[in-house]
Every structure is written in C-alpha cells, then in structure tokens.
C-alpha cells in the first residue's frame, strides 16, 4: 500500500483563527473605551501640530523671508520636505493597487493601514507647495481657474505638473482607500452599540447589505480603482522628479531622475510602513496578522528598491564622467568631498548599506532591527532630497554666487510640525477606522475556500494536500 503524509496549507494568519475572531480581533480596537495612551499619544500629535500652525502662521505674517533662503538656493527645505513626503506617500498604493492586480495575497493585512498612511503623507507633502510660494493668498493661480486678470497658468511648468500628478494622485487613493472601508465599515456599524457610532458607521457605510450584487459592485469599483491607481504610482514621483531632470542645473539635468524617483519612493514609503506597522501590531495585539511573515516580504522589498536606488547612485557619477561636461563632473565630485560631504555619507550608508543587511532571513524576521532599519532608511531618503537640492543650488555655473544653506528654526519648525498633521490623522484612524481590511483578510483565511468545507460531515477541515512519501514512490 502507498503511504502519504499530509502537508498543510501555509496560511496568511496565524493562530487559530476563523471569521468572527478576526472581526472581534480588528473591530475592538475601535469599540472598546479609548485607551489612555492613545489621549497622550494624541496630545503630543497635537503640540506638534500646533507648533506648524504657529510657523506657517509667523511666516505668512512676515514673510518667506524667515527661511535660511539665500540667492542660490531660493527652494530651501520647502520642496526638499515636499518630494520626501511625497515619497511616503507611495508605498500605500502599490500595495493596495499593485499587489492587488497581481494577486499577492499577503497585501490583506497591511493594505489598510499603507492606504491611509498614504493620504495622510499626501496632505503633509501638499503643505510646502502652499506655503513656499511669496504670496499665498493667490496660490490658487496654479488651478486652471477663470480669475479677474483672465490669467491661466503656464502648462510648461513641471510646478503645475506637480499639481495636477499630485492632487489626481491623492484623489484616487482616497476613493480607493474609501471604497476598501465600506464593508467594514458595515461590519462596524452593525457592532456598535451606542447611537452616534450606528449612525456614523451607517451614514458612510452607503447602505451595505452585504449581498452577492453588493458584493459584485464592490469588487468591479475596487477592480477599476486599481487599475487607475496603478500608473500614478509610476507617474507621480517621475512628474515630481521632472522638477529637476527638465532645468538645466548641473546635477539635475539627468534622464534617470525618473525610475531613480520611483525606486527611492517605494524604498521611503516601505520603511515608513513597517515604522508604523512594527509599533500599531504590539500595541494592538495584531501579531496574528501582521506576521513576520509580512514583515519578512517587504524587507525583501526594501532591499531590492535599496539596490537599486545604489545603483542609481553609481549611474549618475558614470554619467557624469561621460557626458564630459566639467560642470556636471565637478558638482559630483563636490557632493562627495565638498562642503556637503557629510550628507552625501548619511545618504549613501542610510540608502545603499544599511538596506543589504537584509540578505539575512534572521534579520529580516527580527522585528527590533527592522524597525531601526525602517527609521535609518527614511533619514537617509531625506538626506537624499536634500543633497540633491541643496548642492546643485548652492554650487551652480558661477563660483562667484555660491553660498553655504544653513536652515533656519523656522525651517525646522515647520518641517517638524508637518509631523503633528501626520499623527494627528494618523491616531485618529486607528482610533476610529478599523487598521485592518477585515473582509479581505477573512478570504485568505482556509475557512473560506469552499473546498475545505465537507458537505456530509458540515464540519470544516484544513486544506490537505497529498503528497507521496519516498517510500510510497519507491512501492
């Protein structure tokens, strides 16, 4: 007789887990009393947010003047803290969109929360375009708007690009993040217990009923959603990088700015997911969801986006040296020896070393050294923004006009305060929206694939799979 051993399945969700403990598991979070801790952790989101209206409210009264701007470098930290948080902001779709179209299963636990860090990270980036201009009042000059001048915008400009990528961007991944939350939101809205939250939870949950044509609906709009979603990924950080790439400043003026902005984005916007999602899981009990697993993947993510942000590194020196062109040639050879070498270093072992640590599966699944990784890694794609700014600015065509930035505490009270406006959206989603897709996590659970159902016993059975042993090969 053949003999056959029985390999389980691997599952997406540890522990013993079936539908309603994953609803309980998510929905507690939400309709338990507010912890303590959550007050204080808003309190501090909350000082910082009034230290951002404080900066931006002294700048507006006197004036872009404040900021450590000098003749060559007029951008400042303002488009340097802009393209970083714009780069946040790109993980949440690529692994709601991307992922989704591929059927990468392993998304469902960390879709939600990557959606809304997305957004928020969106909001803080849209500050800076606001407030670096001189005169704030008449920003809306950039919209395509009929004013008393009968003026319209210059559609040349990579600025105004970056107003359309940006807000179509930011438009989308709010749809597609709302549309995700409409059946938990039901789930919620069917759990609660006091007035206000049923009427809440109903009011933006649109009258789900959770049927199979409600079902059929929800998934065709997640499915366009998605597939919208999917190119602004790739478009919006090239849009942005064409700040750049189109002036003729010596290290700008380069054709890689695009796929090098995208891969730098992906790398940023991973890091900060894993930031948030290593702390969100202790704090919340959520280990059985957000796995090691999970965490194993997008290190994995990490390093390959790493490596190829260092090649891209390595890319731009070659080119450089090969275009022939002495003043792309020298502003190379001043980020890494020049005044501005220290960055440069920050930059290269924050984005290219630390990331390589990650060729180890011990260090991957360690949940202390990722999180200290993820951190390295968003410090050193700021110092990227900034050495790419600032050294090109500072040392352009004529030696006679170089100056040395130094940021003022106007420009780091701002930059910092744009923290106070992610934390405060962030704790208030974790505290009133569920952090995890409950629905999509429950398809990957075995319980729901019908073929573990037994239809005489009507018991649920793993999924087994047969397999013949060696022995039973050589019988």
Known sequence: ??????????????????????TKLVTDVNLRPTPKMWYLCMLVANALLGVFLFA????????????????????????????????????GTLISAILFLFRQ?????????????????????????????????????????????????????????????????????????YVGLVPDLATLRDKATDKIRKIAYGLFALGWTGSSRAWWNYEKAYMILAGLATPLVLSVHTIVSFDFAVSMIPGWHTTIFPPYFVAGA??????????????????????????DDHMEKMNIIIMVTGSMVGFAYM???????????????????????????????????????????????????????????????NIGMWFERFVITVTSLSTDYLPSSWDYYTPTIWDVLTYVGTFGIFFTLFLAFLRFLPMIAIAEVKLVLPQADPHNYDDETQEFHPHEVEVPTPNAVKA
């Open 1 to 22: 007789m053949s003999k056959y051993e029985y390999i389980p399945e691997p599952t997406l969700v540890k522990g013993n887990h079936d539908f309603a403990s994953i």
């Open 266 to 291: 992906i790398f940023s916007g991973f890091a900060m997911v894993l930031t948030l999602m290593i702390v969100a899981r202790k704090i919340y009990g959520m280990e059985d969801i957000m796995t």
């Open 56 to 91: 931006v409210g002294y700048l507006i009264w006197e004036g872009t003047g404040i900021w450590g701007l000098n003749n060559p470098v007029g951008w400042g930290w303002a488009i340097i803290n802009f393209v970083w948080w714009v780069g946040i902001g790109h993980a």
């Open 105 to 177: 299963d392993w998304r469902t636990a960390i879709n939600r929360f990557a959606e809304a860090m997305t957004i928020f990270a969106v909001i803080c980036a849209l500050m800076f375009p606001g407030i670096h201009v001189g005169r704030i009042w008449v920003i809306y000059w950039v919209f395509p708007l009929p004013n008393q001048m009968a003026m319209w915008p210059n559609f040349n400009s990579p600025l105004l690009w970056d107003v359309f990528a940006v807000s179509t961007y930011f438009t989308v991944s709010l749809l597609f993040w």
């Open 315 to 377: 890319m731009e020196f070659f080119i450089a040296w090969y275009s022939g062109v002495e003043y792309e040639k020298a502003i190379f050879m001043l980020r890494a020896v020049g005044p501005y070498a220290w960055a440069y270093w920050i930059m290269m072992f924050c984005n290219v070393i630390s990331p390589q640590v990650f060729w180890s599966k011990k260090l991957r699944r360690n949940v202390a050294f990722t999180f200290f990784i993820s951190i390295v890694v």
